[in-house]
């Protein structure tokens, strides 16, 4: 079975231009999560969507958004990017927080994110 | 709020060391679920373990073993006959209700050389 799958593996930006990260789920998962690891500054929350709903969200400005899909796929989408957006964006994924099933979340390769 | 304190941050063995990871958490909620991730070189984060907040049975898988104190706060891990494999870094996570946020500690490098 597929894991969780995030593309593109690497990213390389200037300041002020927009970027478009994605993430496919484990087959089964309806719930995506995005984290950001900065150096430095470990790993941080940044959103959590649910049967396509935004369910939850970090403490991260606007210009970081983002969608799930139909198909439970996910975009994360950050704007105006700043120097200190360069981290790795990692992507996982869960069962349904209504499933009642285990909620651990899965994590896929991660993003890359230079930005220059 | 929540917090986890991971206060090792960085350890290093010899191959066959046995190694303790420690972790402390804070919650205000009396249901929450502990978990135990690895980061290896390529960077993604492999799960460990979860361990729901009602249920302190200690956990042995192979040579890992976990150890929950809900007296003190603490779900420590510990690595048995460490192997080179076992190189990277650990972090240790706490989500306060079910398909919520994981809120992560700093992590704790581990080096184990042969």
Not at chain 1, 13 to 24: D, E, F, I, M, P
Not at chain 1, 48 to 75: C, H, I, K, L, V
Not at chain 1, 77 to 87: F, G, P, Q, T, Y
Request: some cysteine; aromatic content about 12%.
């Amino acid at each position: 079975e597929a894991g969780v799958t995030q593309s593109p593996t690497h990213l390389i930006k200037t300041r002020g231009q927009q970027v478009t990260l994605r993430c496919s789920p484990i087959s089964g998962h309806t719930s995506v999560y995005w984290y950001q690891q900065a150096l430095g500054l470990g790993l941080q929350f940044l959103l959590w969507y649910d049967e396509g709903e935004e369910r939850n969200r970090g403490n991260f400005p606007p210009r970081f958004s983002g969608r799930q899909f139909p198909n439970y796929s996910s975009e994360l989408n950050v704007n105006a990017l700043e120097l200190e957006d360069s981290a790795l964006y990692l992507c996982a994924s869960s069962l349904a927080m209504t499933s009642g099933g285990d909620n651990e979340q899965f994590f896929g390769p991660g993003t890359r994110l230079t930005v220059l | 709020a929540q917090k986890v304190t991971q206060a090792q941050t960085e350890i290093s063995v010899v191959e066959k060391e046995d190694v303790t990871l420690d972790c402390v958490y804070e919650t205000r909620d009396t249901t929450y679920y502990l978990f135990w991730y690895k980061q290896p070189p390529s960077g993604e984060l492999v799960f460990l373990i979860r361990r729901n907040s009602f249920d302190e049975q200690n956990e042995i898988s192979g040579r890992y073993s976990w150890n929950f104190q809900k007296s003190t706060s603490s779900f420590n891990f510990t690595i048995t006959a460490s192997q080179v494999v076992d190189s990277a870094v650990y972090f240790c996570a706490l989500s306060e209700r079910r398909g919520n946020k994981l809120v992560f500690g700093a992590g704790t490098i581990l080096r184990v050389k042969s």
